[in-house]
């Protein structure tokens, strides 16, 4: 996975159109209201209103998510992020949020409850910390 971004939006959280329509922008990079438009009708159980389109593409842009530029007489909209920086992102939120509980014998209690497979990718995450520590000097 990729290191931890510099960059990163102003408000992280997002509701369910929001996030349909950012990974409507991450697959084509670049868009227009009419391109999101038009994929999100391309449903034919989908209604939804232009002007909704643009509302939830300036949302994005004040949240810190995409930037928006004038080309000639149409805006378009690009990712600030790619989607795996963004889920850098999220995963370390996550576990800062998870650390914060500060209790080990929670912790311990959620490490004895996990499965195999669980425990197997702990272990694996458990020796990259101990490389990156040893790459730095550290023990």
Not at 4 to 24: C, F, H, V
Not at 30 to 59: F, M
Request: hydrophobic share 40%; with cysteine.
């Amino acid at each position: 996975m990729a290191p931890l971004p510099d960059y990163r939006p102003q408000q992280m959280s997002l509701g369910p159109l929001e996030a349909e329509i950012l990974n409507i922008v991450w697959e084509l990079s670049s868009v227009t209201v009419k391109d999101v438009h038009d994929r999100i009708l391309a449903d034919p159980n989908r209604e939804l209103a232009y002007t909704s389109v643009t509302t939830v593409l300036r949302r994005l842009t004040e949240k810190g998510w995409l930037a928006c530029n004038k080309q000639g007489k149409a805006f378009y909209w690009q990712p600030l992020l790619t989607k795996q920086q963004a889920e850098v992102i999220k995963a370390h939120d996550q576990l800062q949020r998870f650390l914060a509980v500060g209790n080990p014998d929670v912790i311990a209690a959620f490490a004895d409850s996990l499965d195999q497979a669980a425990s197997d990718q702990i272990e694996a995450i458990a020796k990259r910390i101990q490389a990156a520590r040893e790459a730095r000097g550290e023990k």
